[in-house]
T-cell receptor
Framework: DVKVTQSSRYLVKRTGEKVFLECVQDMDHENMFWYRQDPGLGLRLIYFSYDVKMKEKGDIPEGYSVSREKKERFSLILESASTNQTSMYLC???????????FGPGTRLTVT | LAKTTQPISMDSYEGQEVNITCSHNNIATNDYITWYQQFPSQGPRFIIQGYKTKVTNEVASLFIPADRKSSTLSLPRVSLSDTAVYYCLVGDTGRRALTFGSGTRLQVQP
């Protein structure tokens, strides 16, 4: 069965901390995505990766970076967390960019 | 980049057909349209995908007019379990551009 897992369901960090959100997929998918979801704004794409070590910016990359050293793992990094990065973060993977995306359960990050 | 617009919310009753429309005026020739369903505390789940005309699967139909500037997700005979947020996604592999709509909250009542 298809599975995308995220390292934490809930995370509380302090302003200025470096934060790592990890995502792992077991479907051998080429593409992986990071979104943030906020009330009234829907899902907004932060970054995506179409191959190992390859990445592209989405709609809102500012304040974030990503790492994909292995095909199954895609990490989202907040270099210096700020309160406006408090949000739900969703990871997804897909076989191709135009094929259905499989989402993880999400990580609710609170920055205080 | 095709911006999408959906109604914020819709109400329905069990057994009715529900149609949710997504506007995407700037859709490009190679853009595809995908709909997802999301329940609270879960990630979105794929429902249906199409490029033009009509697509049907076991849970929904997707209608796309000739100009492709909008699309309509049709859910036949909804039940209480269809209460969820529905998102349309417009994307193009070539431009590597993916844009989700802001979602439509569907409330199904008995």
């Amino acid at each position: 069965d298809v599975k995308v897992t995220q390292s934490s369901r809930y995370l509380v960090k302090r302003t200025g901390e470096k934060v790592f959100l990890e995502c792992v997929q077991d479907m051998d998918h080429e593409n992986m995505f990071w979104y943030r979801q906020d009330p009234g704004l829907g899902l907004r794409l932060i970054y995506f990766s179409y191959d190992v070590k390859m990445k592209e910016k989405g709609d809102i990359p500012e304040g974030y970076s990503v790492s994909r050293e292995k095909k199954e793992r895609f990490s989202l990094i907040l270099e210096s967390a700020s309160t406006n990065q408090t949000s739900m973060y969703l990871c997804a993977s897909s076989l191709t960019l135009d094929y259905e995306q499989y989402f993880g359960p999400g990580t609710r990050l609170t920055v205080t | 980049l095709a911006k999408t617009t959906q109604p914020i919310s819709m109400d329905s009753y069990e057994g009715q057909e529900v149609n949710i429309t997504c506007s995407h005026n700037n859709i490009a020739t190679n853009d595809y349209i995908t709909w997802y369903q999301q329940f609270p505390s879960q990630g979105p789940r794929f429902i249906i995908q199409g490029y033009k005309t009509k697509v049907t699967n076991e849970v929904a139909s997707l209608f796309i007019p000739a100009d492709r500037k909008s699309s309509t997700l049709s859910l036949p005979r909804v039940s209480l379990s269809d209460t969820a947020v529905y998102y349309c996604l417009v994307g193009d592999t070539g431009r590597r551009a993916l844009t989700f709509g802001s979602g439509t909250r569907l409330q199904v009542q008995p």
